[in-house]
């Protein structure tokens, strides 16, 4: 998918970017499963497509698009059972939306309300125990020894959860996602580290990124299995998941995933990416979008329609009309919440701070 026919051998597929069947899925992969898949992904574009339009407005904070890789973010949630536990980043924002968070919820955040239940801490981020969503950090792959150390605990508990935890081809740079790894392969608790190789850590190409031909091959100096599945395939993508996910559920230990993926849009709304990539380049990776092949698949064997696809987008649209009216009528947050969850009492210089603040 990188251009670099080198690059990708080896890697996993079940639907050509024609919608052709060119691999084996998961053999429980149901008609419902998929179009539920198909809705999701969906829904994503939409939910992207509508931050991307009110953050000019001022009206939210900044956003992290996930155009391009939707099969990747909704291949792994569906893969996932009620009872395991979601690491997401920036990127990943929607896997609330995925795992029942309702809209509002997510919109608050986003406008920093007073009903924003982080309190406006880590805005772009998304984190809810109830759906077994851990918050992440502003750090990159900081979250990845912390999923470590999850599933570590959750095994010796002898809990039969799985810890997923996301993160990018850039965050796979940065130590703590070696020293997890290196502990996931010594320990094998059940995680899952699932890369989403999408070629631009923010203006740093891939290429030089790493001296590595890949992601996955790093996995294997731990002692990990290193999988490398098309992520712009969310039936390729659930298939390598499920399986490596089930495996981990019965002792079978850690792995990495490689979703092979483009970043189609800017790296965040404060980014402008025609600094460093040329139109061409994501002209390219249009080809290969994600929902176009199992849009294509899908309505071929008579389980999706325009009209069906059509219908899903005006009502979603309608549902964040309604979500974003009513989070700019709620009141903003208190700036004193930053104060607020951090020490059990305050020191002197945040109590004068705080007073400053009137
Ligand atoms: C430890 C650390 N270093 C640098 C940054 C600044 N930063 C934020 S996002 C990012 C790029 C990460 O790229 P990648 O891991 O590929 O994820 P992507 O944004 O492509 O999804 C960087 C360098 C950071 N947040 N944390
Ligand atoms: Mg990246």
Known sequence: MSGDSEAELGLYRVLSPEGEVVGEPDPGLSNETMRKMMHDMVVLRTFDQWMLKIHPLGKASRYAPVEGQEASVVGSVHSLSDVDWTFPTYRELTVGLLRGAPL????????????????????????????????????????????????????????????????????????????????????????????????WAISTPFKIQTAAPNIAVKAKAYGVPGIRVDGNDVLAVYTICKKFVEKAREGGGAALIEAVTYRMGPHTTADDPSKYRSEEEVEKMRALDPLKRLRIYLTRNGLWSNEEEQKIVENFREELRRATEEAEKTPPLNPRVIFEDVYAELPWHLREEMAELG
């Open 104 to 199: 509002t919820t997510l919109i608050h955040r986003m406008f920093a309300t007073s009903l924003d239940h982080m309190k406006g801490h880590e805005i772009t981020l998304y984190g809810d125990k109830r759906y077994r969503i851990v918050v992440g950090a502003g750090a990159v792959s900081l979250m990845c020894p912390v999923a470590v150390g999850m599933a570590m605990a959750a095994k010796k508990r002898g809990e039969k959860e799985v810890f997923l935890v996301y993160l990018g081809d850039g965050a796979t740079s940065k130590g703590d996602f070696h020293e997890a790894i290196n502990w996931a392969g010594v320990f094998k608790p059940p995680v899952i580290f699932f890369v989403q190789n999408n070629q």
